[in-house]
């Protein structure tokens, strides 16, 4: 086995090591929860185990709706996801704009717009998710919702103020650095030619946010009646449904570290200087 595939398994391990503890974890606060599953006179451990029977077989039993909880998650993920991704891509692309093309020919627009970005993105999730729908009278029944959703989960909580302070560091670094002085004097569009450079930033800014966007979906949810992943948690949590939480808890968990697996991946593809770093740690 190769060294970059050894690295792909030690990540994998990780991950399911990761994943696994957060099961064990929640799964205890849960145990000694009021009306927790200790009623059923079977052990924490006995619990755990047959939780992720319930995993592998895909089989964990019916939710407090009747419905199969893996199929309930699946639901929520399927709403709530979509959001999650289109916020996140929406903050890059935003920052990138911004950090980069009106920094580079329209300066005074650029300062202005940083202003107003830092100043919108420290409004709170729930309180730009309230005024979507008193001030601008987003329906909550209607197409505009999640579009709405997409918007707050982007500029909300300092996510689009965060992103954008990283993505002109990564600018203002790569400005510096000698062949782009070099394209800069030949007159190369910079934009194009600082992209790729850009790419692994972007990824590792996209994992790192990934958990935040999760966390606030919660209450986001809750705020405009999007029936996601979030929202299903906090009724789980309601209903004492522990078994309908902790399959969500660890399928955010599994996703995070998926998020964080693939950026490696993708540093060992483009970095020659992260494959030897792996290089040096294998040996």
Not at 17 to 24: C, D, E, F, P
Not at 98 to 116: D, I, K, N, W
Request: aromatic share 8%; charged share 15%; glycine share 10%.
């Amino acid at each position: 086995m190769n060294r970059s595939a050894r690295l792909a398994a030690r990540r994998i391990a990780g991950s399911a090591g990761v994943v696994l503890a957060s099961s064990l974890v929640f799964g205890a606060m849960v145990w000694w929860a009021p009306g927790s599953p200790r009623s059923s006179g079977e052990s924490f451990f006995e619990w755990i185990a047959a939780f992720w029977r319930g995993v592998v077989t895909f089989d964990l039993g019916p939710s407090f709706r009747g419905i199969a909880i893996e199929e309930l998650v699946l639901r929520g993920a399927a709403t709530s996801l979509p959001i999650v991704f289109a916020a996140l891509v929406l903050s890059l692309s935003v920052s990138l704009v911004v950090g980069f093309v009106l920094a580079e020919r329209l300066r005074p627009v650029g300062r202005g717009l940083r202003l107003m970005v830092h100043a919108a993105s420290l409004l709170p999730v729930f309180l730009l998710g309230y005024l979507a729908l008193v001030v601008f009278a987003v329906r909550p029944d209607g197409p505009g919702l999640a579009f709405a959703a997409v918007l707050v989960l982007a500029l909300g909580d300092g996510m689009l103020s965060d992103v954008l302070l990283r993505v002109d560091g990564e600018i203002a670094t790569l400005r510096e650095r000698d062949f782009v002085q070099s394209a800069r004097l030949r007159g190369v569009p910079l934009f194009r030619h600082l992209l790729p450079h850009l790419a692994l930033p972007l990824a590792q800014t996209a994992a790192s946010k990934m958990a935040f966007l999760l966390g606030g979906i919660v209450v986001l949810e809750k705020v405009l009646g999007i029936q996601g992943i979030g929202w299903i948690g906090y009724r789980a949590a309601q209903e004492g449904d522990f078994q309908l939480l902790l399959a969500i808890t660890v399928s955010v968990t599994a996703l995070v570290a998926l998020g964080h697996f693939l950026l490696d991946m993708l540093r060992l593809l483009v970095d020659p200087r992260f494959r030897r770093g792996v290089a040096g740690e294998l040996l």
